[in-house]
């Protein structure tokens, strides 16, 4: 589908919060089991007065809900109050750096006041826009950095922040932890290692308590992944988890720390200015053993890609099979997802996104035991896959993927998958985001077995991240259905929808209109 009237603007545009819940409008027949709420986050205010955000990953946090009840439905919305949106609201500019836009000092401030406050160091960001998730009893929103922020799911209101500096070695970590069934979860973040050099830190916090404490209390590092450059770590948006492994794609997006430590304060750096990317590193692999702990000391190396979000990685007959959501190439995806971009005309949009790295689902083998076969000879036996890891003279093991979806310029993106039943484990369905360009307008159903496709789409459409809810009576995989936020900005009324859609067939179920526009979400949640 081609956008020429570039409806996708809309979505890219501020929008004021809610004061109190709104009624939406139902079409066709919510299942009876369906009671719950969908909480999403993304950037809600993309300016500061006059100062625009430049960046996706910069606007001011807003959580969004759909509430859905014996049938009926409603929409409420509310701006986080993290320290970032009350500063910036109270002195009417930008007054935390956020990912692409660098923040000033106060111009009513004298020179020697602006001096100090130059050198008072990095201020970072709580902005916690990217997405939302439980720990323990407690539900909190994020970001990437080492703040969280502790929301009521429902009233949307914000509770506290939380640094998680204080509680356990790290300095930030992703918006993509994994949880266990008992609702222990893990994540993955950058920290100071040995000899004062980079690595990554897994960390783990326990389900809730029964003593009413408080989960993050407890938190701590399970195991430590080492950096493949000093003072360089690679960029990580998430990471795998297998029932007994943790997968880490090292990639050569990296993120320049003395850069980041020096400059920042003094000449007005943003994150996206530390980033630089290693052209002859290549990607690493990195396994490492999850109760016990232990890193596993075996160099899997293949081409440079970048990767965000992994789909799904289980174990099999002694391998570990890893599906990914990759864009070729070492140049850094985000530099494509600056506003001035996305807001531009659909043949400038196009014009740019041919010059992007190219997205590719892909499937990656890692075997186990890696001395059952002579050096020069593919390791992996698994008869369904043609991914190959092939020993070289230096010990090194090069990967080969398979493909298990490519399009020119059409990204299968922000995955899904039956998580509860399946994370971790052998599966054959993801459901992601159809991205045109960049531009979301699709969503997709991916048999990864087969590489079979199923697409839902609506001219001038644009939908968010489908989230896989099971039914509870399930016999297959795929039963169950999606929930998407769509915005048609052209709609004569009632321009955003919840659209439920049926999992195995991507047929319209429901939908349960709004008479708002929606900005863009990027990440969130099914509350039961």
């Known amino acids: 589908i081609e956008h020429p009237a570039a409806g996708y603007k809309k979505i890219f545009e501020s929008c004021e919060e809610l004061a109190e819940p709104i009624l939406a409008h139902v079409t066709g027949v919510i299942p009876a089991w369906l009671n719950g709420s969908l909480l999403r986050m993304g950037p809600g205010l993309f300016e500061i007065g006059d100062e625009p955000f430049n960046h996706l990953f910069d606007g001011q946090a807003l959580i969004h809900k759909f509430d859905l009840k014996n049938g009926r439905v409603t929409y409420h919305r509310r701006f986080l109050k993290t320290d970032a949106y009350v500063r910036a609201m109270t002195e009417k500019r930008i007054v935390i750096t956020e990912f692409g836009t660098a923040a000033y000092p106060d111009p009513c401030k004298n020179i020697f006041s602006r001096f100090f406050t130059y050198f008072q160091g990095i201020e970072v960001t709580d902005n916690c826009l990217v997405n939302v998730y439980p720990i323990g009893e407690d539900f909190y929103a ?17 509770i506290k922040k939380v640094d998680l500096c204080k509680y356990v070695a790290i300095n930030g970590v992703t918006a993509h932890p994994h949880t266990d069934q008992d609702g ?27 003593d009413k404490s408080d989960p993050i209390e407890k938190s701590e590092v399970v195991v430590q992944f080492p950096s493949n450059e000093r003072f360089k770590p690679a960029y990580v948006h998430s990471f795998g988890m297998t029932e007994r492994y943790f997968v880490f794609v090292e990639t050569p997006i990296k993120i320049n720390l003395l850069k980041f430590l020096s400059s920042w304060s003094i000449a007005g750096t943003n994150y996206m200015d530390c980033f630089e990317t290693n052209e002859k590193i290549g990607t690493w692999f990195h396994l490492a053993t999850k109760d016990p702990g232990e890193y596993i000391d075996y160099k899997f190396r293949t081409a440079a890609f970048n990767v965000f979000h992994h789909i799904n990685c289980y174990e099999d007959q002694g391998f570990i099979v890893v599906d990914l959501c990759t864009w070729k190439g070492y140049e850094f995806v985000y530099n494509y997802l600056y506003l ?46 043609t991914a190959t890891a092939v020993m070289r003279s230096d010990g090194t093991i090069w990967l080969e ?3 298990l979806f490519s399009g020119p310029r059409q990204a299968f993106e922000f995955p899904q998958i039956n998580y509860r039943r399946h994370s971790g484990k052998d599966y054959t369905f993801a459901y992601g985001l159809g991205l045109n360009h960049f531009i979301p307008d699709r969503i997709c159903k991916l048999n990864v077995k087969s590489k079979e496709t199923l697409v839902w789409q609506e001219p001038d459409s644009y939908p968010s991240e489908p989230l896989f809810v099971q039914n509870p009576d399930a016999q297959n995989e795929d039963d169950g259905v999606l929930l998407t936020i769509v915005v048609n900005p052209g709609a004569a009324q009632r321009p955003a929808c919840l659209l439920i859609l049926n999992a195995r067939d991507l047929t319209e179920i429901a939908r349960a209109e709004v008479d708002v526009i929606i900005p863009v979400t990027l990440h969130g949640m099914y509350k039961a």
Do not use: H
């Open 184 to 210: 222990t979860m893990y994540n993955i973040g950058n920290c100071f290692g040995k000899n004062m050099s980079l690595a990554y830190n897994i960390v783990k916090i326990p389900p809730a308590q029964n």
């Open 340 to 385: 001035a971009n996305l807001k531009q005309n659909w043949e400038e949009v196009k014009k740019a996104a041919m010059k992007a790295p190219q997205p590719e689902v892909r499937r990656y083998v890692l075997p186990l035991d890696i001395y059952r076969e002579e050096p020069g000879k593919n390791l992996i036996s698994l008869p369904y896959t």
């Open 142 to 158: 994020c970001t990437e950095t080492n703040f969280i922020t502790k929301v009521d799911p429902d009233t949307l209101e914000t």
């Open 401 to 403: 993927p398979e493909v």
